[in-house]
């Protein structure tokens, strides 16, 4: 072998080297860019589902909080209810019955009242709406409160107190409700002393015991004292 062949070995190999060395850098440069893609890609989603997250937690103690001041409106609707039926028990016991008969409280004259429809409340820049409906109770024979069959209990009502929270257009997006059954906490004595009309003799035209022998007035035809001699017979059923 020639020196000239020897120096085109060298230079050959040297080539080479410098070739490979090449190809080696140039693919360190295309790792290195495709690790900062899947860097960007892996961030770009854990950000996503972060944002995700706290939206959610941001909606559930927004939510939270819009059920507990509807749970206080269900709560202080129910004492007042409390405070009526103490009264009075016509002021409960005379309200139309049914899920269809809304009402809500008020307070006139430095007391609760009842008025119908619903109740629409603006609490921290939310929109609530509140109302109540009151319900006949049935017993069993034993005195236990029964949904179907029973008797009809005059002396209690069952109120359900319903208040929602509503989206800007007005539409409910969730409720709270709170179930109350209410007591006669007093009886009224009435005397009879005439029969007669509302406002005539014994039968006061307001009031617990208002017109409460109406019914029995001496010309309402619902009174017999022909037979037998010396009774009084009522005949309504």
Do not use: C
Request: proline share 1%.
């Amino acid at each position: 072998m020639t020196f000239d062949d020897k120096n085109s070995n060298v230079r050959y190999r040297m080539l080479h080297m410098k070739s490979q060395k090449s190809k080696v850098k140039r693919w360190e440069k295309g790792f290195s860019l495709f690790e900062v893609l899947i860097a960007i890609s892996v961030f770009a989603v854990i950000g996503v589902v972060a944002a995700q997250l706290i939206g959610i937690s941001l909606q559930s103690d927004k939510t939270s909080g819009q059920k507990t001041v509807a749970l206080q409106l269900t709560q202080e609707t129910a004492e007042a209810l409390d405070s009526l039926a103490g009264e009075s028990w016509q002021n409960i016991y005379g309200l139309s019955k049914g899920s269809a008969n809304h009402y809500y409280t008020v307070v006139s004259g430095s007391k609760w009242a009842t008025s119908t429809g619903d109740e629409l409340l603006t609490i921290n820049a939310g929109s609530y709406k509140r109302y109540f409906y009151i319900e006949n109770v049935s017993r069993s024979s034993g005195g236990a409160i029964v949904v179907s069959g029973g008797n009809n209990d005059p002396s209690t009502q069952k109120a359900t107190v319903v208040a929602s929270w509503q989206n800007d257009g007005g539409v409910d997006i969730g409720f709270a409700t709170t179930t109350k059954y209410l007591m006669r906490a007093r009886n009224t004595a009435a005397t009879q002393t005439s029969w007669a009309y509302s406002g005539q003799g014994s039968n006061p035209s307001s009031g617990e015991t208002a017109d409460f022998n109406s019914d029995y007035a001496s010309d309402a035809g619902n009174i017999s004292t022909s037979t037998p001699s010396g009774s009084l017979t009522l005949t309504q059923q």
